[in-house]
């Protein structure tokens, strides 16, 4: 259930999706492809998660995850589905200056996609509150929407290339 992210990178990384459901940059699928939720709120969402991780790093704080759910959002976790933004993890990977496509490794073969669509792509993670297990551990989904009813499954290793 771990996907690792490794390849031109300076700090190859491996990701646990199942601890994400307590982390505090998880989104509500349906939000993210809602009209409601636009490209600037989005990019608005990224500015203040930044700016927090920044004060959190500076003051020697630990990354974003609940300290405490409260039984409304406990319940709020068990009905939704969920997607984490790659973004961070990228940024904490730190790609080389070379890097140019993303290799998103699958039981069975691979998918090539661009850095650009990896940077803004989702990862769902969750799916009514439970973790991806047949079709997982986690599937990418375009921030353009173009995939939100077909996304990349069953993706184990992403490989920057």
Known sequence: MIVQLKGKVNFPITLDPTVWI???RKIVLEEVFSNDYSQDQRNEDNIKK???MFE??????KPP??????????EKILVN????????????????NEAKSAILKRN???????????VDSYLLF????????????????????????DPIKNIVQIIID
């Open 126 to 149: 969750s799916i009514k509150g439970k973790p991806i297990i047949e079709e997982g551990p986690v599937q990418l989904l375009f921030g353009d929407g173009t995939n939100k009813h």
């Open 65 to 74: 995850v609940n300290k405490s759910i409260n039984r409304f959002e406990r």
């Open 56 to 61: 959190q790093t500076y003051n020697s704080i």
């Open 22 to 24: 307590f982390d505090d």
């Open 81 to 96: 589905s969920y997607v984490m933004p790659i973004r961070d993890f990228l940024n904490h990977a730190e790609l080389k």
């Open 108 to 118: 069975n073969d691979d998918v090539i996609i661009t850095i650009e669509q990896l």
């Open 50 to 52: 930044r700016a927090k």
